[in-house]
């Protein structure tokens, strides 16, 4: 009986130290072991492993690509003088976890450390480049002198730079604004000349419009007083034809008229000799003297 109690104990405590002593790398992540905080050995493929129990420990590492969005925009001064509000992001791989281990411990170490490290990169190649070329083909090329400005930095944390992208560039809000009132001082402008533009057409159209209606109001006048000329000299003609015809006829019917426009009720006074010819017909229908 007590030999047996002495083998389950036994058995106890040897499973108990295997369980400390072996662990498991996955796929996705390496090691290191430490003894007492120093780095004894690297594990970087995947399987079972041993270490010596409660003496060392194990610090496990991603080894899959991870990712870093930068914390806040930062402003850079292009070399056209004109300002952008840069967002920038990036993705790395841990190639080295004992340099990395020695350098930066963690992941939220190394997030502070390459921010800045993207950001002094930024900062130096969008410095020398103007707007034109960040916007045109060339952005490619710019990306890839900061991608490859940051690895080479990266390598000292034991890090392997896969990609940096600009994830947003845009004027600063205050420029933004020049901007927006720029714009809006160049449409008022344009519609200012537009207007006057507009303006101008009008008053030539009123002036030639007022130019043809004088025309024809002149070719009118001039159309009428031809065809009242031609009335008038038809009239005397007729008038001329008709005295031919019977002149004492025509003689009593011009002093009916005169006699009508000239006694007509408007208080008219005539200082005429009563044996004047005018009223020749007055006494006598036939005008005679008696």
């Keep these: 009986m007590k030999t047996s109690t002495i083998s389950v104990v036994a058995l106890v405590v040897l499973g108990f130290l295997g369980l400390n002593s072996l662990f498991i790398v996955e796929q996705t992540r390496q090691g290191i072991v430490l003894q007492f905080g120093e780095p004894k050995r690297t594990i970087q493929e995947p399987g079972l492993n041993w270490k010596l129990p409660f003496i060392q420990n194990v610090v496990f590492y991603e080894n899959r690509v991870l990712s870093m969005v930068s914390s806040d925009s930062e402003e850079v001064i292009l070399a056209d003088q004109k300002r952008l509000e840069v967002d920038t992001y990036a993705r790395f791989r841990?190639?080295?976890?004992?340099?990395?281990?020695?350098?930066?411990?963690?992941?939220?170490?190394?997030?502070?450390?390459?921010?800045?490290?993207?950001?002094?990169?930024?900062?130096?190649?969008?410095?020398?480049?103007?707007?034109?070329?960040?916007?045109?083909?060339?952005?490619?090329?710019?990306?890839?002198?900061?991608?490859?400005?940051?690895?080479?930095?990266?390598?000292?944390?034991?890090?392997?730079?896969?990609?940096?992208?600009?994830?947003?560039?845009?004027?600063?809000?205050?420029?933004?604004?020049?901007?927006?009132?720029?714009?809006?001082?160049?449409?008022?402008?344009?519609?200012?000349?537009?207007?006057?533009?507009?303006?101008?057409?009008?008053?030539?159209?009123?002036?030639?419009?007022?130019?043809?209606?004088?025309?024809?109001?002149?070719?009118?006048?001039?159309?009428?007083?031809?065809?009242?000329?031609?009335?008038?000299?038809?009239?005397?003609?007729?008038?001329?034809?008709?005295?031919?015809?019977?002149?004492?006829?025509?003689?009593?019917?011009?002093?009916?008229?005169?006699?009508?426009?000239?006694?007509?009720?408007?208080g008219t006074s005539l200082v005429i000799s009563p044996d004047s010819d005018f009223f020749r017909f007055f006494g006598n229908k036939s005008g005679e003297a008696e």
């Design 94 to 266: 841990i190639v080295d976890p004992l340099l990395f281990y020695q350098t930066v411990r963690n992941v939220r170490g190394v997030e502070q450390r390459l921010d800045a490290m993207i950001d002094s990169s930024v900062r130096r190649v969008l410095g020398g480049e103007t707007l034109l070329s960040i916007l045109s083909d060339a952005r490619s090329e710019i990306i890839r002198s900061i991608r490859e400005e940051v690895n080479l930095s990266a390598e000292s944390l034991g890090l392997e730079i896969i990609d940096v992208r600009i994830r947003r560039a845009d004027y600063p809000d205050a420029t933004s604004q020049n901007i927006f009132n720029r714009m809006k001082s160049e449409r008022e402008r344009e519609a200012k000349e537009f207007r006057a533009t507009g303006e101008e057409e009008a008053q030539k159209i009123r002036a030639d419009a007022d130019k043809q209606r004088t025309v024809m109001l002149a070719e009118a006048r001039r159309e009428s007083e031809i065809l009242r000329g031609q009335g008038d000299a038809k009239s005397i003609r007729i008038y001329a034809d008709a005295f031919g015809e019977d002149e004492e006829f025509f003689s009593f019917y011009r002093s009916m008229q005169a006699y009508r426009e000239s006694f007509r009720q408007d």
